[in-house]
C-alpha cells in the first residue's frame, strides 16, 4: 500500500497511457473510421475503386499528390460534400501531410453520413516513405 501512495501519479500516468493505446483503438473502430496504411490503401483504391480525398492545402497539393486524387482542402470539406455524394457508397480514403487533418476529414464525413470511411496513417509522410508513386 505505501508503493502505491508514493507513486500515485506514476500510476495515474500509466493508467492513462494505456487507456489512450487501448481506448484510442477502440474508439476508432466504434467510429466507423478505419486506420490503414499506404499499402492497405492501395488495395482499396485499385481492387475496389475508392475515392481518394487529398485534404491538403492546394501549396501542399502542388509539391505532390496520389495519383487521381480528389483535392478537397479540409477548410472547404463542408461546403463541398455536394460533391461527394454519388461516392457515398464507396469506400473513401482521406490523406494530408500527417494523418491528422485527415481524420478530422474522415470525422465530417461520418457526420454527413458516409460509412466506408478510412484515414490514411501517416499521410503522404507514409506514402513517400513506402515509396509509392505521387504525381505533380
Known sequence: MDFVLQNIWLILLAGVSGFMLLG??????LSGIKQIGP??????FNHED?????????SEWADGHIARARHIPLGQLKGRLNELE????KPI???CRSGNRSGSACSLLKKAGF???HNLSGGM????????PRER
Open 50 to 58: 475508392a475515392l481518394l480525398i487529398d485534404v491538403r492545402e492546394a
Open 115 to 117: 460509412e466506408n470511411l
Open 24 to 29: 484510442g483503438g477502440l474508439l476508432g473502430k
Open 86 to 89: 454519388k461516392f457515398k457508397g
Open 93 to 95: 480514403i482521406a490523406v
Open 125 to 132: 509522410q507514409a506514402w513517400e516513405q513506402a515509396n509509392l
Open 39 to 44: 499499402q492497405e490503401a492501395v488495395m482499396l
